[in-house]
């Protein structure tokens, strides 16, 4: 069974500092996708990036990117130029490329973000 | 943009009480997804409907039951409730085919049982 490990509960950054947050997997499969999804007090759950497996090109959204290790099974998050608004939880979530639609989260890091 | 729909934000009910919590998809999104977030745990996937036809099962109690309509909307239908069940119970949608671009999430039902 896949697994998603967050070690960090709990990251702290500067405001327009850069912050990495760490994320492990543990599969046998070959083909899969990752998420790092941003739950704010509003409790809603927001895609911020996603990468594909058999891409080795690390993804990109603005101020979000991502350092994808597959031999080491490893997806963290940096965030750059950190904003008063990033401060949320931050969950790590896998899915198989095969017939499933579950997404398998980590237990999340929260994120606090000082002035 | 239309965003995924659910209701009612907050449920409160008694131990052994039902309760039925709803989900609108995105417009042409025809595949639906439960999960369920306990109190300072991460999302459990329940149960996933793709044209109105059960396509995944987690880890749902046989208390609970869900079934997606014509209109692509879902419920989730939960039966003698217990005071673990309270939780945030998320929906999220993908159009078909879509699911590994990531789904779009609902803000939630936040279900408390007394």
């Known amino acids: 069974a896949q697994t998603v490990t967050q070690s960090q509960p709990e990251m702290s950054v500067q405001e327009a500092e850069t912050v990495t947050l760490s994320c492990t997997y543990d599969?046998?499969?070959?083909?899969?996708?990752l998420f790092w999804y941003k739950q704010p007090p509003s409790r809603q759950m927001i895609l911020v990036i996603r990468?594909?497996?058999?891409?080795?090109q690390n993804a990109t959204e603005n101020r979000f990117s991502v350092n994808f290790q597959k031999a080491a099974k490893s997806f963290s998050l940096k965030i750059s130029d950190s904003q008063l608004g990033d401060a949320a939880m931050y969950f790590c979530?896998?899915?198989?490329?095969?017939?499933?639609?579950?997404?398998?989260f980590g237990t999340g890091t929260r994120l606090q973000v000082f002035p | 943009a239309a965003g995924v729909i659910q209701s009612p934000r907050h449920l409160i009910k008694e131990k052994r009480e039902t309760a039925t919590l709803k989900c609108y998809p995105i417009?042409?999104?025809?595949?639906v997804y439960w999960y369920q977030q306990g109190p300072g745990q991460d999302p459990q996937f329940l149960i996933s409907?793709?044209?109105?036809?059960?396509?995944d099962k987690g880890s749902i109690p046989d208390r609970f039951s869900a079934q997606q309509f014509s209109d692509y909307h879902s419920e989730l239908n939960m039966s003698s409730l217990e005071l673990g069940d309270s939780a945030l119970y998320f929906c999220?949608?993908?159009?078909?085919?879509?699911?590994?671009?990531?789904?779009?999430f609902g803000s939630g039902t936040r279900l408390t049982v007394v």
């Open positions: 599969t046998s499969e070959s083909d899969y996708y």
């Open positions: 990468q594909e497996a058999y891409k080795q």
């Open positions: 417009p042409r999104h025809d595949t």
């Open positions: 409907f793709y044209e109105k036809m059960q396509s």
């Open positions: 999220a949608s993908s159009p078909v085919g879509g699911a590994h671009y990531g789904y779009t």
């Open positions: 979530a896998y899915r198989s490329a095969r017939n499933t639609d579950k997404l398998i």
